[in-house]
């Protein structure tokens, strides 16, 4: 299993692959993944020239760790093919498909993958997949997508084209989003998947961009899409489990491992009734803590 499927991906900043000025260097901005765009930021005649300048970001570019996904072209353009060849070429980490509302959308890109694997002699298996529920049948398809791959680590909202395809429009409540919301992430960790959030585009309005990055930690959201690297800072705080937090995640953990041992299924963590069912939850705040680096534990 490719060790990548379940990375820290707090954040995933858009990136337009048509402006190399803006892909050359923001690992400095430390997002755990950028996105660098062939698709709705690109302009049409502007294609080639963006692919040209991925291909040398790749190659050429240390990003220091932070994950490449590419967004490439829809199916339903005559562009997607030759992005494949490129991502796989270039050796990107993963690759974003927009527009996805049923399996075999995830099945031709994975076909693809594999064949341009074969042609520049690339591994098996080493670029994962992210599906962008951008409809209203994407969205009521999201388990079959997600179970779509074993190279799929997840899938992410797109609110402006879901919202246009519902027939309203983004409010900044959350009202017309929330429904997908819930679905996605049902969906997603059904399929023991990762699942993101939409990009929120008023980088005017840092509170309502907290409060809803809050909101969607709250349902069980693994990151948020960004478009400015203000919005990193934040939402990594949001995503980092705090200190109270890991210590009474560490606590349910080795009280656990100790009781179950002894046949006591049930006991108290400051002050709190605790049982197996806890569990889970405990080691997932451990391993994300690990994962941002704040803690250095034994468990």
């Known amino acids: 299993?490719?060790?990548?499927?379940?990375?820290?991906?707090?954040?995933?900043?858009?990136?337009?692959?048509?402006?190399?000025?803006?892909?050359?260097?923001?690992?400095?901005y430390k997002p755990d993944s950028i996105m660098l765009d062939l698709e709705d930021a690109v302009a049409e005649?502007?294609?080639?020239?963006?692919?040209?300048?991925?291909?040398?970001?790749?190659?050429?570019?240390d990003y220091h760790g932070v994950e490449r996904v590419v967004r490439i072209n829809g199916l339903d353009t005559p562009h997607w093919q030759e992005d494949v060849r490129v991502c796989v070429a270039g050796g990107c980490d993963s690759i974003r498909i927009p527009k996805v509302e049923h399996a075999k959308d995830v099945h031709i890109i994975e076909e693809a993958v594999r064949k341009a694997e074969?042609?520049?002699?690339?591994?098996?298996g080493r670029i994962l997949l992210m599906a962008a529920l951008e409809s209203t049948?994407?969205?009521?398809?999201?388990?079959?997508?997600?179970?779509?791959?074993?190279?799929?680590?997840?899938?992410?909202?797109?609110?402006?084209?879901?919202?246009?395809?519902?027939?309203?429009?983004?409010?900044?409540?959350?009202?017309?989003?929330?429904?997908?919301r819930q679905l996605m992430i049902i969906a997603a960790r059904a399929a023991k998947k990762q699942c993101f959030d939409t990009v929120f585009t008023n980088l005017d309005d840092m509170e309502g961009f907290i409060k809803e990055t809050e909101m969607i930690k709250l349902m069980?959201?693994?990151?948020?899409?960004?478009?400015?690297?203000?919005?990193?800072?934040?939402?990594?705080?949001?995503?980092?489990?705090?200190?109270?937090?890991?210590?009474?995640?560490?606590?349910?953990?080795?009280?656990?491992?100790?009781?179950?041992?002894?046949?006591i299924g049930v006991f108290t963590v400051n002050g709190k009734m605790?049982?197996?069912?806890?569990?889970?939850?405990a080691k997932?705040?451990?391993?994300?803590?690990?994962?941002?680096?704040?803690?250095?534990?034994?468990?």
């Open 220 to 263: 069980g959201f693994d990151g948020k899409s960004i478009v400015n690297p203000r919005q990193i800072a934040p939402t990594h705080k949001i995503f980092t489990p705090t200190e109270k937090e890991i210590d009474f995640a560490e606590k349910v953990v080795k009280e656990i491992d100790s009781k179950k041992a002894m046949g």
């Open 284 to 299: 997932r705040t451990i391993d994300m803590a690990k994962a941002a680096g704040v803690y250095e534990g034994d468990l």
């Open 1 to 28: 299993m490719n060790p990548n499927l379940k990375r820290l991906r707090r954040t995933m900043m858009f990136l337009n692959c048509q402006k190399p000025g803006l892909i050359k260097d923001p690992y400095i």
């Open 274 to 281: 605790i049982d197996i069912a806890f569990y889970d939850g």
């Open 118 to 124: 074969d042609e520049f002699g690339r591994e098996h």
């Open 45 to 61: 005649n502007q294609k080639d020239a963006a692919r040209f300048s991925l291909y040398h970001a790749l190659q050429e570019i």
């Open 137 to 180: 049948l994407g969205i009521l398809n999201a388990y079959e997508i997600c179970t779509s791959s074993e190279l799929l680590f997840g899938c992410a909202l797109s609110g402006g084209d879901y919202t246009k395809d519902l027939q309203t429009k983004i409010t900044g409540t959350g009202v017309e989003l929330n429904g997908a």
